[in-house]
């Protein structure tokens, strides 16, 4: 039945790897600036994700363009990029610095928070349902009560 289903459907094909946007003269100096300050016989995996970060930053996708550059600096982007865990998917980890600490005591005052908000709207609105706005409102108050920022999760999963 899924099979019946799935015929009727069409799927746009994935992205492929070289298919990025062609990188920009800043791009480039950004990519030549940033390697320049590496040693590539002695890259190690805290390079690799210093170099992932700085190119992510600038908004600079995996692909082709990349490559070229990175190669035109005598590095091999595939072997940074797997220093650095990039998958193949070209997803890179988050870079270490959106991704502090987080205490039992932090996520605590961060649920105690998110329950006064929720009551104070519960309160004004007379309803035990909240609207979409009144969820953006509070999901907004969290992120500039907590210096969270955009892209960043609320809860820090990771060990």
């Known amino acids: 039945m899924i099979d019946a289903m799935n015929a009727g459907m069409s799927m746009p094909p994935p992205p492929r790897a070289g298919s990025a946007k062609a990188l920009t003269a800043d791009q480039q100096t950004l990519i030549s600036e940033t390697l320049s300050q590496y040693d590539v016989d002695n890259l190690n995996e805290a390079d690799a994700l210093?170099?992932?970060?700085?190119?992510?930053?600038?908004?600079?996708?995996?692909?082709?363009?990349?490559?070229?550059a990175v190669s035109g600096s005598g590095f091999d982007a595939k072997s940074i990029g797997d220093l650095a865990k990039v998958s193949d998917s070209g997803n890179r980890?988050?870079?270490?610095?959106?991704?502090?600490?987080?205490s039992t005591d932090g996520i605590t005052s961060m649920v105690?928070?998110?329950t006064e908000l929720m009551e104070e709207k519960f309160t004004a609105?007379?309803?035990?349902?909240?609207s979409d706005a009144d969820k953006e409102s509070i999901l907004a108050q969290v992120f500039d009560e907590f210096d969270i920022k955009e892209g960043q999760s609320v809860i820090n999963t990771h060990a």
């Open 125 to 130: 609105s007379n309803s035990n349902k909240l």
């Open 50 to 68: 210093s170099i992932t970060e700085a190119f992510s930053e600038a908004g600079i996708q995996p692909g082709l363009a990349l490559e070229k």
């Open 93 to 102: 980890p988050p870079p270490p610095s959106s991704m502090p600490k987080q």
């Open 112 to 114: 105690d928070y998110l």
